[in-house]
């Protein structure tokens, strides 16, 4: 909520003044989870800063448990919110598994398998509605994140960190190799994409067809084309 920053949070606080949750400022290191390189509990979060913003660093499909029980439900409480409050909250998810775990578009089991995503999901939602209530999530499309190739292939803020590889390919291995098996693991990515999205919807008609009175579960169709990204 910093502000004349361009975040949903300030776009509901001019209309409501009141409204309050969304992060301030910046932390000096990144909060990194990535699977089970996490710290414990809630010490991975700077709460002055992040205020109800649970998302961290590197974070899998796996990790949402951690992010919501750890953190984000009990700071809700901590905050005493009336019940009758209304809350918002955006959940999007799936580009680091996308980045880390693009072969299980083939393999079809274990982390980062179309089960194990929507199983995090369903966790997740069902933790936030018995815990949050009079609560509205937003599910965010995963993203096409193998177009970042192109995108970046040529621009010198991408260069090369070492000789063999084309991109600084160490935040997402599975988009950024080069030749055949970069084409591969590209193929790969957007197929797992497609599985994640499915899902996402499938939960989303699910939740809409419950009609609860105090919870509902949006579907955000990606709105954000990387290809087209511009950087700077």
């Known amino acids: 909520m910093d502000d004349g920053a361009i975040t949903i949070p300030n776009f509901i606080k001019h209309y409501n003044p009141s409204a309050?949750?969304?992060?301030?400022g910046s932390n000096i290191f990144p909060e990194i989870c990535f699977g089970l390189?996490?710290?414990?509990?809630?010490?991975?979060?700077?709460?002055a800063v992040d205020q109800l913003n649970a998302a961290q660093t590197g974070a899998l499909a796996s990790n949402l448990?951690?992010?919501?029980?750890?953190?984000?439900?009990p700071q809700v409480k901590k905050r005493k919110l009336p019940t009758n409050k209304f809350k918002y909250i955006n959940l999007q998810i799936g580009s680091n598994?996308?980045?880390?775990?693009?072969?299980?578009?083939?393999?079809?089991?274990?982390?980062?398998?179309?089960?194990?995503?929507?199983?995090?999901?369903?966790?997740?939602?069902?933790?936030?509605?018995?815990a949050i209530p009079n609560s509205v999530v937003n599910l965010l499309a995963v993203f096409k994140?193998?177009?970042?190739?192109?995108?970046?292939?040529?621009?010198p803020y991408c260069s090369k960190l070492l000789p063999a590889v084309p991109h600084k390919n160490l935040e997402c291995a599975c988009s950024l190799l080069g030749g055949d098996i970069g084409e591969a693991t590209r193929n790969l990515m957007d197929e797992l994409t497609n599985q994640y999205n499915e899902r996402l919807v499938k939960i989303a008609t699910e939740y809409q067809k419950k009609k609860y009175p105090d919870f509902a579960v949006l579907w955000q169709p990606e709105i954000v084309h990387l290809g087209s990204y511009p950087i700077q």
């Open 20 to 24: 309050t949750g969304g992060s301030r």
């Open 37 to 47: 390189i996490c710290l414990p509990g809630s010490l991975g979060w700077n709460s």
């Open 65 to 73: 448990p951690h992010e919501v029980d750890d953190y984000l439900i």
């Open 97 to 130: 598994d996308l980045c880390w775990l693009c072969g299980q578009a083939a393999l079809e089991i274990g982390p980062g398998s179309a089960d194990d995503f929507e199983r995090n999901i369903r966790y997740t939602l069902e933790a936030l509605r018995k």
């Open 145 to 155: 994140v193998s177009d970042i190739f192109e995108l970046t292939l040529n621009e």
